[in-house]
């Protein structure tokens, strides 16, 4: 079970209540955080919610402007001492958002940046996003590259163990593998892979037009 809460008491009540996983957070205190870590869940901080990028991303709602912008330094506060406490830190952008910043698959690259701005490793960030985000959903073929799992994979340019900041450069992106098959690949693999054709039930059915309120 899952719970998206941004204050106390509901993260505790949440927690109370035998939730698996805590999303948001935005207001999380030391509480809350010890609470997660207690009972072993998973917080997924989603910390591009309240990050400088999208307080532009609602310029006719000027209430969550302002709410976002409180939070945001005890949100990052939050995510980075139920990171230094050893929380499992899950990863997830809650929705892709509003269109006046952000593009489909945008949100969750900035958030792999976010976590590392709270102190995550590169790595740590990845494996956040992959192994650890698979474990909380029970997705067992999920997450790691290993025999017997789905082969989803991305071939990249530069070290993004150095830098995750070259996940988010779509020019760095030169192979898209999806459950082993080429999805798509830049001139120096296409050579050598065959390439699903796009088919129409690949548009995203979320619609950027439609703003949602997170
Ligand atoms: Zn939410």
Not at 75 to 88: D, I, N, P, S, W
Not at 100 to 127: F, N, Y
Not at 132 to 158: N, Q
Request: hydrophobic fraction near 40%; aromatic fraction near 8%.
């Amino acid at each position: 079970m899952v719970v998206h809460a941004h204050t106390q008491p509901g993260i505790n009540n949440s927690i109370r209540a035998g939730v698996d996983q805590i999303h948001h957070g935005a207001f999380i205190d030391e509480e809350g955080v010890r609470g997660i870590l207690d009972r072993d869940l998973w917080y997924m901080p989603t910390l591009r919610v309240t990050c400088d990028k999208n307080l532009g991303a609602w310029p006719d709602r000027p209430w969550m402007i302002e709410e976002m912008s409180q939070a945001q330094p005890i949100h990052r506060e939050g995510a980075r001492l139920a990171h230094e406490l050893g929380v499992k830190i899950a990863f997830g952008c809650d929705y892709p958002s509003s269109k006046h910043v952000w593009q489909i698959g945008d949100a969750a690259l900035w958030e792999l940046m976010e976590l590392t701005w709270v102190g995550l490793s590169p790595m740590e960030a990845i494996v956040a996003a992959t192994k650890t985000t698979a474990e909380a959903y029970r997705l067992g073929d999920l997450g790691t590259l290993e025999p017997g799992k789905r082969a989803d994979l991305l071939v990249v340019t530069g070290d993004p163990l150095d830098d995750v900041a070259v996940l988010y450069d779509q020019a760095n992106i030169n192979l898209v593998m999806k459950d082993g098959v080429v999805e798509s690949a830049g001139d120096e693999f296409a050579r050598h892979y065959a390439i699903r054709e796009p088919q129409p039930e690949d548009r995203p059915q979320y619609d950027p037009l439609a703003d949602a309120p997170d």
